[in-house]
């Protein structure tokens, strides 16, 4: 199941230095923040299989969102080109702009596939199929039922969902349950790729855990967006009730602040023992798996969630919530509590910590892991997918 965060820093080259070759084949990704480093899911499930396709023999562009962005002009890292572009900068419009101006710029450079990840950016794939492009959809999870959408918005979604499937050369989706769904709703072939995981050796420094306030093991660790499907406050509220030693550790940001965020921010600060440390990456994050007692993840709302795998990967004893993304990943029954129950988690909590943590027995699991889910198969795949298409495009 998962692998650690980020790739350690690569540095950033001009894009020009990069010479294209004729004979490879091109991918352009759109639907993301942008890479490297930047919060979220689909942005990791980017940022790796891009890494691992250039290695496959593809030229990769991403298209990112230039607010995102740490260059504003074009860039290459770990062989991907970077390209910026504009997008608004509210939440309800920032998707849907940046994805038309994505399909425009693609339409220009003409790659042999516009990979469309997430359902909102895929209201733009009849657009790219106007302009002749070969698109490619992933669906990353039912976006329509996240919280902090408004109906409109919902409403948006669902039809991006509908377009995606109903008009592009192909179609992705990164669990079982995804696929099932669309192939009953939509009528149309789906093919399973899961999210993936790059097993990194643990980290045994703790300057980061020093930093924070942290002891080895010492600490239950959460990490994700500070968005409502994430339920950081039903875990600090179960934290609180459990009353244990150890300290709470929620690691993330808002890419915009809420009212959602404010409230986890406030709970967080008048309970005891907990610790924001924002949004970590790199040998930071990496320390915090490496070091963690426990891992929790009280989503409502999961695709396939990557932050679960890489804790897994890692070895860690873990506790999720009861939905289907969740129980997709076939835990034991004990590593799972229902969702949104507090009671429960805190009574979870206080079970999975008066069991110390033994490393007897993670070799096996993060062996397991990295044979199911190697961002290396999970770019293999894709790129089948890919080669699909193609193919039908030479018939």
């Known amino acids: ?19 294209k070759a004729a004979v490879r084949p091109k991918v352009m990704m759109l639907g993301s923040r942008g890479i490297p480093n930047v919060q979220g899911g689909v942005e990791k499930h980017i940022e790796m299989i891009g890494t691992e396709l250039v290695q496959m023999g593809w030229d990769v562009d991403v298209i990112g969102r ?61 657009l790219a199929r106007l302009f002749g492009l070969k698109v490619i959809i992933t669906h990353h999870g039912y976006d329509y ?71 080895p093991r010492q600490y239950i660790v959460m990490m994700a967006r500070l968005v409502p499907e994430k339920r950081q406050h039903d875990l600090i509220l179960a934290f609180a009730k459990a009353n244990r030693p150890e300290k709470l550790v929620i690691v993330g940001g808002a890419d915009h602040e809420t009212e959602y965020s404010a409230y986890v921010k406030a709970l967080a600060a008048e309970t ?44 860690l004893p873990v506790l999720a919530s ?23 988690l805190a009574a979870a909590l206080e079970r999975k910590l008066s069991v110390p943590f033994h490393e007897d027995g993670t070799d096996q699991l993060i062996s397991q892991i990295q044979a199911e889910y190697s961002w290396k198969k999970i770019a293999e795949r894709t790129a089948d997918v890919y080669r699909s298409v193609l193919r039908r495009r030479r018939r």
Not at 2 to 12: C, D, E, I, K, R
Not at 159 to 182: D, K
Not at 281 to 286: I, P, Q, V
Not at 323 to 339: G, T
């Open 145 to 215: 039922e996240r919280q902090k959408w408004g109906r409109f918005a919902k409403r948006m979604l669902k039809t991006g969902e509908a377009f995606g499937m109903y008009t592009s050369n192909g179609r992705i989706a990164i669990s079982q349950e995804i696929v099932r769904a669309m192939r009953e709703e939509y009528g149309v072939a789906v093919d399973f790729v899961p999210n993936g995981v790059s097993v990194q050796p643990k980290i045994t420094s703790t300057e980061a855990l020093s930093a924070f306030g942290l002891a």
């Open 322 to 344: 009861d939905i289907v993304a969740n129980r997709e990943l076939k835990l034991a029954p004990a590593d799972y509590f229902p969702m949104g129950d507090v009671d429960a």
């Open 272 to 315: 005891p023992s907990v610790v924001m440390t924002g949004f970590q990456t790199g040998a930071a994050l990496s320390e915090l798996y490496s070091n963690a007692a426990l891992f929790v993840l009280p989503s409502s709302h999961e695709g396939m969630p990557i932050a679960l795998l890489e804790a897994l990967s890692y070895g």
């Open 66 to 126: 230039r607010q995102y962005l740490p260059n504003a002009s074009k860039s290459v890292w770990n062989g991907i080109r970077v390209i910026p572009l504009w997008a608004p900068k509210t939440m309800v419009l920032e998707a849907i702009g940046h994805s038309v101006a994505g399909v425009l710029f693609a339409a220009r450079h003409r790659p042999d596939v516009l990979h469309i990840h997430a359902v909102g950016p895929a209201l733009v794939a009849p």
């Open 1 to 19: 199941m998962p692998v650690p965060p980020l790739s350690g820093a690569s540095a950033f080259e001009p894009a020009k230095t990069l010479e």
